[in-house]
């Protein structure tokens, strides 16, 4: 059984920074990419960043490129996604995700195991 639990949302101005962690349990977690995605209020989910199981490779929605990354520490199994310049419509519920598969991924339905999810608002 794998538990991914999401910390470090919260409430911060336009331009400012967050920190997001995800802590993983489970012996597999070096075994698997890694991916953050994000829900607005009435939007569907979408994928915002993911990382290779090495941390070799990551990849970005446009949306983000440049201002999000994510990374990880696979002894500490742990992911994180540090958010730089943040704009107000990054304001959504920010979930980590465990993939099916070693490589990245952007699609949804590739990942299995899905965190509770922790709120991140960006005020103008």
């Known amino acids: 059984q794998v538990q991914l639990v999401e910390s470090g949302g919260g409430l911060v101005q336009a331009g400012g920074s967050l920190r997001l962690s995800c802590a993983a349990s489970?012996?597999?977690?070096?075994?698997?990419?890694m991916g953050w995605f994000r829900q607005a209020a009435g939007k569907e989910r979408e994928f915002v960043a993911t990382?290779?199981?090495?941390?070799?490779?990551?990849y970005y929605a446009d949306s983000v490129k440049g201002r999000f990354t994510i990374s990880r520490d696979n002894a500490k199994k742990t992911v994180s996604l540090q958010m730089n310049s943040l704009k107000p419509e990054d304001t959504a519920v920010y979930y980590c995700?465990?993939?099916?598969?070693?490589?990245?991924?952007?699609?949804?339905?590739?990942?299995?195991?899905w965190g509770q999810g922790t709120q991140v608002t960006v005020s103008s």
């Open positions: 990382i290779k199981w090495s941390g070799g490779s990551t």
């Open positions: 489970g012996r597999t977690f070096s075994s698997y990419a």
């Open positions: 995700a465990r993939s099916k598969y070693s490589s990245i991924s952007s699609r949804e339905s590739e990942y299995d195991y």
